[in-house]
T-cell receptor, first 113, second 114 residues
């Protein structure tokens, strides 16, 4: 059974710092991996999707990498801003025709001005 | 930008009552999903729906749950007889799958069962 773990559970950094959020998954047979942002009481906003054949994806100040064989992904945020404060969720879609996403519990990021 | 719309944003109900949660997926999407998130826990998959039928469901999605696409725009989740443990945030998502595989999520409906 696929399990997704995110470390750390919470992170507090000063504005301007570069940071890395970690995601690990137990079964490397994935179709893709998606990073989401969740603001309090709000829905999930898709940030980046990495297909299993890709090593990384970039969008603005965000860069996500994928090492499928070791079951790891990282989300790099450059020059963090207070507006980046949110919970970041990692989710994998297993191979084998499954449609579901399997989520980690998230990392709650606070960027202090 | 197109978005997934969910109504209501908050639903309060008594235990044993039926509730229907509504979703309007992105208009050209063909794949629809429901997830839930109990407070403080992970987002969990409930069901996926394609071509007017369930394509996959989780162990959580028992006989108390059903989904329907009653017309060309709405996608609903019905819980027949709510229990206290059904209290959660319910998210609808949609995907065009063939193009990007990205699942786009709505803002959620917070269900409170008293």
């Amino acid at each position: 059974k696929q399990e997704v773990t995110q470390i750390p559970a919470a992170l507090s950094v000063p504005e301007g710092e570069n940071l890395v959020l970690n995601c690990s998954f137990t079964d490397s047979a994935i179709y893709n991996l998606q990073w989401f942002r969740q603001d309090p009481g709000k829905g999930l906003t898709s940030l980046l999707l990495i297909q299993s054949s890709q090593r990384e994806q970039t969008s603005g100040r965000l860069n996500a990498s994928l090492d499928k064989s070791s079951g790891r992904s990282t989300l790099y945020i450059a020059a963090s801003q207070p507006g980046d404060s949110a919970t970041y969720l990692c989710a994998v879609r297993p191979q084998g025709g499954s449609e579901k996403l399997v989520f980690g519990k998230g990392t709650k990021l606070t960027v202090n001005p | 930008e197109p978005e997934v719309t969910q109504t209501p944003s908050h639903q309060v109900t008594q235990m044993g009552q039926e509730v229907i949660l509504r979703c309007v997926p992105i208009s050209n999407h063909l794949y629809f999903y429901w997830y839930r998130q109990i407070l403080g826990q992970k987002v969990e998959f409930l069901v996926s729906f394609y071509n007017n039928e369930i394509s996959e469901k989780s162990e959580i999605f028992d006989d108390q749950f059903s989904v329907e696409r009653p017309d060309g725009s709405n996608f609903t989740l019905k819980i027949r007889s709510t229990k206290l443990e059904d209290s959660a945030m319910y998210f609808c998502a949609s995907s065009d799958r063939l193009a990007t595989n990205i699942q786009y999520f709505g803002a959620g409906t917070r269900l409170s069962v008293l």
